[in-house]
């Protein structure tokens, strides 16, 4: 299948890249970056050496109905503004926001401008959404704090564990989910040695996305509050989920939960009980890790669980829902294996 690969000179469409050169399937057609058309790709992306000589093309309509599959890596807003142009039947996986809302009044508050519409949401692992997935020519990605969010809150709210309008979310993000823009608050000389919160007060544009998913899996309003951290490394996300429990369980009750719901999913891992999750482990990968526990002081459930904002978070997920949509097995070019450290 021939790819084009819209935004590749930021961080998710590098590692697309990155991905898509090792794909048996996919051949890699057009690479489209806006601002950096005519440059190298080795000179934003130098460890893509397979590229070696390939340059950025500009974005053109013309040459994206060339293609058999497209990932949009684009700044939220900007995508939709190409699609009505595309040949509806070339398949479409979007890494940005602007088909995840179903509600326009949500995309007001959070995003702003008009709403484009929604697309089947691309999180195979929720109950359901696999078969819509393959059933789909276009895909609306999730965001990174989105994935480790609700992938963490699942189980127990299906299962009717937890109070679905008590979650409470703090989460951390390295500095490529901030893009790559120039900024002076990802400046090294301001992130490293530090810690901040950023979106306070529960207006993150992830929140409606999460409740919205969420809500599938429980028959009560499902109500998030969430704050992000800036953390002082480049990618990774850790987020700590906990929610009022509904009746007395203990963690070995809730682990087994876990491992049961996500016992046929190959991309989710609940630990043994004596581990905790950490990003390093799933850095380069489409893995996530998940812990539980019980706190019995408060009767509140704790779930860690981590993921590669630019992995699971973005271009590895992609790329398990283009091989979804597309009639491969989803993890053709994937790996559950992280780097480590």
């Not at 293609?67 to 996986?93: M, N, R, W």
């Not at 999180?123 to 999730?142: C, D, F, M, S, Y």
């Not at 299962?159 to 390295?174: F, L, N």
């Amino acid at each position: 299948m021939k790819i084009g690969v819209i935004g590749a000179s930021g961080y998710s469409g590098g590692e697309l890249l990155r991905l898509l050169i090792g794909h048996p399937h996919f051949e890699i057609e057009y690479i489209a970056a806006g601002t950096q058309a005519g440059s190298l790709i080795t000179q934003v992306h130098p460890q893509l050496t397979a590229l070696a000589g390939r340059n950025f093309e500009g974005t053109e309509i013309s040459r994206m109905n060339e293609c058999d599959l497209l990932f949009f890596a684009l700044p939220h807003g900007e995508s939709a503004k190409y699609i009505t142009q595309i040949d509806p039947t070339i398949k479409v996986v979007d890494l940005g926001a602007d088909f995840r809302l179903e509600s326009a009044q949500a995309w007001q508050k959070y995003y702003g401008g008009e709403h484009a519409g929604s697309w089947v949401y691309g999180l195979p692992e929720i109950p359901g959404q696999r078969e819509k997935i393959e059933a789909a020519t276009r895909v609306a990605n999730p965001g990174c704090y989105a994935t480790s969010i609700a992938l963490a809150a699942a189980p127990a709210l299906q299962a009717g564990v937890i109070d679905g309008g008590d979650i409470v979310v703090v989460a951390a993000s390295g500095t490529t989910g901030a893009g790559r823009k120039a900024a002076t608050n990802l400046l090294a000389s301001e992130i490293m040695g530090s810690l901040t919160s950023y979106k306070f007060g529960g207006v993150h544009q992830h929140t409606p996305e999460i409740e919205q998913t969420l809500q599938l899996l429980s028959t009560e309003d499902v109500k998030i509050s969430f704050t992000p951290i800036l953390a002082p490394m480049p990618r990774g996300i850790l987020a700590t989920v906990t929610a009022k429990l509904k009746s007395k369980v203990d963690t070995n009750f809730v682990h087994e939960l876990y491992e049961s719901f996500y016992s046929n999913e190959q991309f989710v891992s609940v630990l043994a009980q004596s581990q905790l999750p950490k990003t390093s482990a799933v850095i380069g990968s489409n893995g996530v890790q998940i812990q539980v526990a019980v706190d019995e002081h408060t009767d509140r459930l704790i779930v860690s669980a981590v993921l590669d904002n630019l992995g699971k978070g973005a271009a590895s997920q992609a790329i398990q829902n283009a091989n979804l949509i597309s009639g491969f097995p989803e993890n053709t070019g994937l790996t559950v294996n992280g780097i480590g450290s």
